[in-house]
């Protein structure tokens, strides 16, 4: 298709000068709006007025510009029938063959703070119509809606002098997605304005951008992508890009070391904590977090919640390690950590938040709230006739905040802030009881005086009696089984301490 005739409307104005100049070198006759105008011309770029189009001003202080029939009727008509273009020359109304439009800065608003005016004010109404209208006329009128085209629209101009059908119809499915997000931004903003006390609705929205092709997925034979803004959360300073695997374990450690208010490490593999701390330093903290199960570490992210100094660094690099997560690296830890060329180094920027968690499964997609659990003692029901102490509420705090990000069905020991063993992803909890013990014992470290959470309720006495025999004084479960009595009275004979906290943490 030979481009004689242009429309351009943007907010994002890169590149748009040397765009719009090769379209005029080669012949086409440029209208443009309001500020786009401005900018061609004094660009250098002749451009007419979309008034000398419509021969209708821009009202409603710009609210109206584009919305009119011989605006529309131009990018419409179907080329290939006779009746429309006998309608168009009957009208007066010449072709459009190119609309260039992107939109207002509707979420950019959003994310500055700005009122419900001002938010208001950035939905764009022109702008999604005229792309809509272009594509869907897309074997006549080839719509660009992103800078990053021009490159490739004005290479098929210069080497063939039009625009061939493959490129329009890729231009097209890029512009339906491009006003779905759109659309989609608007309508999240909405709903959490003016419907946010209600549950889940008829639909559930989610809409966004591809931020990066993955080599494979899980394994080399599947194709990935992650949609999303991944520089809202973290920035990469250093190594090989991020696979699908890592990112999955970068959110399962990230969310578990933002847990701790405290100097906290995480060593996470497989989505799995398998060493966690809390201590006076992170430095500490990593330390122990690495007893914990030296050989599973192997491979793994490390988060942490505080910077990385040069010690620090010096420990990371005595293993491998796929990914560091921290909130900073000093200069001369970034020249130590640096020796490793592909291992991946993540700045940690704002916190991982959810209101809703979401998975394919069936053929479509499940939708849940996410588990905001915040460890609330008062809600803690002792069911044992011996009392745990302060310290093993303490303790039972750290470790139940661990359970709830380990595969259920998921055990964890703990004592002073750090984890002693952990079983996950068992399909019988007594045998995650037992790999648990087993870990902790493979590392040399004792039970004895530990506690022992459990992310669920325990289904016999079993569970109790082999915590007990590892030397733990206390368990943390939620509760809630029919033999719970029977829990309870092992846990008596055995003389050790219980409490449920009435709330699961199931994580599939």
């Excluded at 074997?139 to 329009?168: F, M, R, W």
């Excluded at 992170?282 to 100094?309: E, H, P, Q």
């Amino acid at each position: 298709m030979i481009i004689r005739r242009v429309l351009i409307s943007v907010t994002d104005k890169t590149g748009l000068a040397e765009f719009a100049k090769v379209l005029t070198d080669l012949g086409a006759e440029i209208f443009s709006t309001g500020g786009t105008l401005k900018a061609l011309r004094e660009s250098g770029v002749p451009a007419g007025s979309i008034t000398d189009v419509t021969n209708f001003p821009e009202i409603l202080d710009g609210r109206v510009k584009t919305l009119h029939p011989a605006v529309f009727a131009g990018i419409l008509a179907k080329r290939t029938v006779p009746d429309h273009i006998e309608q168009i020359k009957k009208l007066n109304i010449s072709l459009f063959d190119m609309v260039v439009v992107n939109l207002y800065k509707f979420e950019e608003t959003v994310a500055s703070g700005a009122g419900i005016e001002a938010v208001v004010e950035n939905i764009d109404i022109g702008g999604p119509s005229l792309i809509r209208a272009a594509a869907k006329n897309y074997e006549g009128c080839a719509v660009v809606v992103d800078p990053t085209q021009y490159h490739e629209i004005i290479s098929e101009l210069k080497s063939h002098g039009e625009i061939g059908p493959n490129l329009l119809s890729r231009l097209a499915a890029m512009a339906f997605e491009n006003v779905a997000l759109y659309d989609v931004a608007i309508a999240k903003y909405f709903r959490n304005k003016f419907v946010a006390g209600e549950k889940l609705r008829g639909s559930f929205l989610s809409a966004q951008p591809k931020y990066m092709d993955m080599r494979y997925g899980e394994n080399p034979h599947q194709s990935a992508a992650f949609y999303g803004d991944l520089e809202k959360h973290f920035s990469r300073i250093h190594g090989k890009e991020l696979s699908y695997n890592n990112l999955v374990d970068v959110d399962a450690a990230q969310r578990l070391v933002q847990e701790f208010s405290g100097p906290a490490a995480v060593i996470v593999k497989h989505t799995n904590p398998c060493g966690t701390a809390e201590a006076e330093t992170v430095l500490l903290a990593y330390k122990k977090a690495l007893k914990t199960d030296t050989k599973s570490s192997f491979g793994g992210i490390v988060a942490v919640n505080r910077g990385v100094d040069s010690d620090l660094a010096e420990l990371l690099n005595q293993i491998f390690l796929e990914v560091v997560i921290a909130p900073g690296f000093s200069d001369e830890a970034i020249k130590i950590l640096e020796k490793k060329k592909d291992r991946r180094l993540l700045v940690s920027k704002e916190r991982l938040l959810d209101d809703y968690q979401f998975r394919a499964a069936c053929g479509g997609v499940l939708v849940q709230s996410a588990d905001a659990f915040v460890f609330d003692e008062s809600n803690l029901k002792v069911v044992t006739r011996r009392e745990p102490s302060a310290k093993d509420l303490e303790d039972m705090k750290f470790a139940y905040t661990i359970c709830k990000h380990v595969k259920s069905n998921a055990i964890v020991f703990a004592k002073d802030g750090v984890t002693l063993g952990v079983g996950a992803g068992q399909m019988s909890r007594v045998d995650s009881v037992k790999i648990a013990r087993a870990k902790a014992e493979e590392a040399g470290l004792d039970l004895k005086g530990s506690v022992a959470a459990s992310d669920a309720f325990f289904p016999f006495s079993d569970n109790v009696e082999e915590i007990a025999k590892a030397g733990a004084v206390a368990i943390i479960q939620p509760g809630g089984s029919v033999r719970d009595s029977e829990s309870i009275e092992a846990a008596d004979k055995l003389n050790i301490s219980m409490v449920f906290t009435g709330m699961r943490h199931f994580k599939h």
